[in-house]
């Protein structure tokens, strides 16, 4: 970990320095359970910006109770936030899917964690099986769309632009630009982008 991740933003707003206070004032309670205690010290370090730490605490969360729907979208926004798609994270996640094998969230975060670590074999079977419980959801459509870029499968990226186009309006373009941009790298020709 860096130091940064320990640094308190000196601009933040003062009230959510307050609640990170009162935050980690439950965490050192101890008539908390483990799993009240570890999500208030995630909520303080989430507020206060270190993520790192954040992701720690929800992660012994999610061990303890890994239906908390909440503390995974506080995680994974903490993960976001820094770039974290580690091995622990991936295994959380996974551990997440082993007790709800029908989670599309988890799993489009777990296909994304993937992709990010360069995991791509994996990435792609998760995404495939978060589209096949419920294709509503325009996220998997457009990290699976970009790893399609990305392997040059201009066909299957501009299928996925397709159905993202039904789903989502500003998504389709984004996917279309990274495809638009792949191709031009691969290809040095802005006519044969497309």
């Known amino acids: 970990m860096t130091n940064s991740t320990y640094r308190l933003p000196l601009d933040d707003d003062p009230e959510d320095i307050k609640l990170a206070f009162e935050h980690f004032k439950e965490a050192t309670n ?4 483990d799993l009240e205690r570890h999500f208030q010290l995630g909520m303080a370090c989430y507020r206060l910006g270190c993520y790192e730490v954040a992701v720690s605490a929800f992660r012994m969360v999610l061990g303890i109770y890994p239906d908390d729907a909440e503390t995974f979208d506080l995680m994974k926004s903490a993960c976001t936030s820094v770039g974290l798609y580690d091995a622990g994270v991936i295994e959380t996640c996974t551990k997440i899917i082993d007790h709800n094998p029908k989670n599309t969230s988890v799993l489009t975060f777990l296909g994304e964690c993937y992709h990010k670590v360069g995991l791509r074999d994996k990435a792609i079977p998760v995404l495939k099986e978060a589209i ?41 373009e984004i996917l279309l630009h990274f495809i638009c941009s792949r191709s031009y790298l691969k290809s040095n020709n802005i006519a044969t982008a497309l």
């Open 30 to 33: 101890v008539s908390l359970l």
């Open 132 to 172: 096949a419980i419920d294709p509503r959801p325009p996220s998997p459509h457009l990290i699976l769309g970009k790893m399609y870029a990305e392997l040059g499968d201009k066909d299957s990226a501009m299928e996925e632009y397709k159905v993202l186009s039904c789903l989502d309006k500003p998504r389709p």
